[in-house]
């Protein structure tokens, strides 16, 4: 293999037949580059997916008031139900180990100053785990605290656009913003993979919502996470006892569908994790079905070059190489050629997906990449193909009889 | 040299089967210079093939150089002809991206030899066909006469036992026809066992023995009168 005579030999032919050593080169980082390319591309469509479908916490259950629909226990149909304080409370205390995090959410829409700068946006008053709810992430300052809720301070943590719409530039962190007719103290900035919208949220504790609104203890909406490790089916049994827990509580017909509602992401979760399933598929199906493109086109060049070749291997023959010999200098040959041009295909694809980055991302492309061992993998399968397929036609010529190689012209 | 006995040969086509040889028995003693004449099938590819080594007669024996040449497998026959034959054909064969100096040290690359020594001897045998000056050029830049010189250079560098002509000058006009078989003809002088396969009647003159082959069996085995090539150059 590494007899140094025969590597001069093999340099010889491959410098002085360059367009057979270009076609077969070319072929080979062709393949691997375009594979690159397109399961790189694949990679960005599921990054992109991914930001889509999978911003808020996936293990998150929605519980809403309604209306009952039926009379029971006495009440009328038609009464509005509502969440308090206690439920909360209850919720924590007899669901504690199947639940991650608990938070309700007050929502309402005011007008909000600072300086001359104004405009409405959505207020969500919350408790600190709706942080990990929204999966919110914080660019400045900190979150709404325990301590927050305790002394019902007017702490406000305001969306990346709110600081941009309102502060022009200016640090809000200790600053003081007007919601309505009451000031708040900015605490902390955030910014959110939801979107734009989500960044236009303000975040207060609920329990100065309910002190300014005549101090109730009444809460909009209440928001669970279940521990992970529930599954599918454990989510969908939390749900149903929650259910069976609040019209209990809440005096509400087990039959009547309305009083109060669930939204259960475990499905959407299910559907998520379903279509991201599907979409590697896809991308596996892409860069499968090009790494066999480039396997054919590779072969189609070898069992040509062997065929180009065929009289100049019956000219060696009668001149004295062994079958072995002349098998040898065509897979030698092959390999070297589908080895360097393999990497040059692998470097080139890399150096594309690289530059791609972001400039894509309104064709959902973002951050297209391909993990090295899958690329080294590929290349690798193309250069034992290419050795395959040389080997083949390789094998045929080394027993052809140089007289019937020679004869025709 | 060369001693066949009661060689056969045939070919199967289908059900019946194509008697090519019909029991042939040659010998040949060193420094002959032998012409095989015959038409077209009458058996001198098949026995220039089993000559050469390219292919095994069914029956009978072939004896090369006190070596009985018999179960061949490819990798020993590849050996035995770098070792004992030297094959010039009708189309040249040189290889074409391969310069004329490259073409002849070829045969010795497969020999081991190292390649300083390889080169200076195929330097020596292209200034014994008066090449010296053309080692650098591609067979693409030689005219026929030279490709054949060069051909014959090649089949010389191996120092085989037998040289093994085949038509070698099929392709040649009269006048370098003339000089092909002149350099043969010296390289013979020289002690070295030459079979020329031929049809042309004067190129056949110019060998020291006619074989004459029809269907199979050889008809004609005469020593003859030499006419030398360089009388007509």
């Known amino acids: 293999m ?7 030999e093999i340099f010889d032919t491959i410098s002085k037949n360059k367009l057979r050593t270009f076609l077969s080169g070319f072929t080979v980082a062709l393949g691997i580059f375009i594979f690159i390319i397109l399961f790189g591309l694949g990679n960005g469509l599921k ?9 808020d916490a996936s293990n998150t259950i929605f519980i809403y008031p309604g209306k009952t629909s039926e009379p029971y226990k006495g009440f009328k149909a038609n009464r509005r139900i509502e969440f308090k304080n206690e439920d909360l409370k209850e919720i924590d205390e007899n669901f504690a180990f199947f639940i991650e995090y608990l938070t309700p959410r007050i929502t309402r829409s005011a007008l909000t100053r600072y300086k001359n700068e104004s405009n409405t946006y959505p207020t969500r008053a919350v408790a600190p785990g709706h942080q990990f709810i929204e999966k919110t992430i914080l660019m400045k300052g900190r979150y709404i605290n325990p301590s927050d809720l305790e002394e019902k ?50 975040y207060i504790p609920y329990t100065t919502r309910q002190l300014i609104e005549k101090s109730n203890d009444k809460v909009d909406q209440i928001i669970v996470t279940f521990r992970k490790e529930l599954g599918h089916a454990g989510a969908l049994a939390l749900e149903k006892s929650l259910k069976n827990y609040f019209k209990e509580k809440k005096s509400i017909a087990p039959s009547d569908p309305n009083g109060v509602y669930f939204q259960n992401l475990t499905d959407d979760l299910k559907q998520s994790q379903q279509f991201a399933v599907v979409l590697q598929l896809i991308v596996s199906f892409v860069g499968l079905g090009t790494l066999i493109a480039g396997i054919i086109g590779i072969s189609n060049i070898m069992v040509f070059v062997v065929k180009e070749r065929t009289k100049e291997l019956g000219i060696r023959k009668a001149l004295g190489a062994t079958p072995i010999s002349v098998i040898q200098m065509i897979l030698q040959e092959s390999v070297f050629i589908t080895t360097i041009s393999g990497y040059i295909g692998l470097f080139l694809g890399i150096l594309v997906l690289e530059n791609i980055g972001l400039t894509l991302e309104e064709y959902f492309i973002k951050n297209p990449f391909i993990d090295f061992g899958t690329a080294f993998a590929a290349t690798l399968v193309l250069i034992i193909f290419g050795a395959v397929a040389g ?12 007289i019937v190689a020679l004869r025709d012209e | 040299m060369i001693k066949l006995n009661d060689l056969h040969k045939s070919y199967k086509m289908g059900a019946s089967s194509l008697h090519v040889l019909k029991g042939i028995n040659l010998d040949i003693e060193e420094g002959e210079l032998v012409a095989i004449m015959g038409s077209s099938g009458s058996g001198k590819s098949t026995l220039l093939n089993i000559l050469g080594m390219l292919d095994v007669a069914d029956e009978g ?27 010039v054909f009708q189309s040249f064969n040189l290889i ?16 081991g030899v190292p390649r300083k020594e390889r080169q200076e001897a195929a330097l020596d045998y292209l200034d014994r066909v008066g090449l010296k000056d053309w080692a650098t050029h591609l067979p693409s830049e030689l005219s026929g006469g030279q490709k054949q010189r060069v051909a014959i250079a090649r089949a010389m560098a191996s120092k085989p036992k037998v040289l093994l ?63 030398l090539a360089s009388s007509y150059v």
């Open chain 1, 2 to 8: 590494f007899n140094r005579d025969r590597w001069r």
């Open chain 2, 96 to 111: 074409n991206y391969k310069t004329a100096l490259e073409n002849v040290s070829l045969p010795l690359y497969y020999q």
């Open chain 1, 47 to 55: 990054n992109t997916f991914q930001e889509f479908f999978l911003d």
């Open chain 2, 165 to 227: 002509a085949d038509e070698p000058t099929g392709a040649l006009d009269t006048t370098t026809s003339y000089e092909v078989m002149d350099l043969i003809q010296k390289i013979n002088e020289e002690g070295k066992t030459i079979l020329v396969v031929t049809h042309e009647h004067d190129i056949a003159q110019m060998c020291k023995r006619i074989v004459q082959l029809k269907d199979g069996v050889i008809i004609e085995d005469k020593k003859i009168k030499q006419v």
């Open chain 1, 153 to 202: 301070k007017k702490s406000a943590v305001i969306g990346r656009l709110v600081a941009k719409d309102l502060f022009k530039g200016e640090d809000p962190i200790g600053k003081y913003i007007n919601i309505g007719t009451i000031a708040f103290k900015v605490i902390g900035v955030f910014q959110d993979d939801g979107g734009d919208n989500e960044e236009r949220n303000i």
């Open chain 1, 391 to 402: 080997y083949i036609p390789a094998k045929r010529a080394s027993r052809i009889k140089p």
């Open chain 2, 61 to 87: 024996d072939y004896i090369l150089d006190e070596v009985p040449i018999k179960d061949l497998n490819e990798t020993k026959a590849a050996k035995y002809r770098n070792k004992f034959l030297g094959f």
